[in-house]
């Protein structure tokens, strides 16, 4: 089984900054790719960013420029860098982990508990 924990989530003033870790621990032979998503109020969980195991990165366009992703692949932890933050940012994130098990036959998903950031007007 693998667990996903995440910090640093809070609250910050529009225009601020806020950096978010999601470390991965327990039984697994790697880490694929890994991502941050979003859930506000009433709005389905959406894609903020992902990053593959090479480094390969995307973003959603509202945050693209804005908010950074990277990853320390020896601490099995993914990071999210947010700058510049606006109130439409104010959401639950959540980590997520493409996870290949340990005989690696095969991947499997698996989702931290989600971290509140609220950016005040």
């Known amino acids: 089984q693998v667990q996903l924990v995440e910090s640093g989530g809070g609250l910050v003033q529009a225009g601020g900054s806020l950096r978010l870790s999601c470390a991965a621990s327990?039984?697994?032979?790697?880490?694929?790719?890994m991502g941050w998503y979003r859930q506000a109020p009433g709005k389905q969980r959406q894609l903020v960013a992902r990053?593959?195991?090479?480094?390969?990165?995307n973003y959603a366009d509202s945050v693209k420029g804005r908010f950074t992703i990277s990853r320390d692949n020896a601490k099995n932890t993914v990071y999210l860098q947010m700058n510049s933050l606006k109130p439409e940012d104010t959401a639950v994130y959540y980590c997520?982990?493409?996870?290949?098990?340990?005989?690696?036959?095969?991947?499997?998903?698996?989702w931290g508990q989600g971290t509140q950031v609220t950016v005040s007007s």
């Open positions: 990053i593959t195991n090479g480094g390969s990165t």
């Open positions: 327990g039984s697994m032979f790697s880490i694929d790719a």
């Open positions: 997520n982990a493409e996870v290949l098990n340990l005989r690696r036959t095969y991947t499997d998903t698996y």
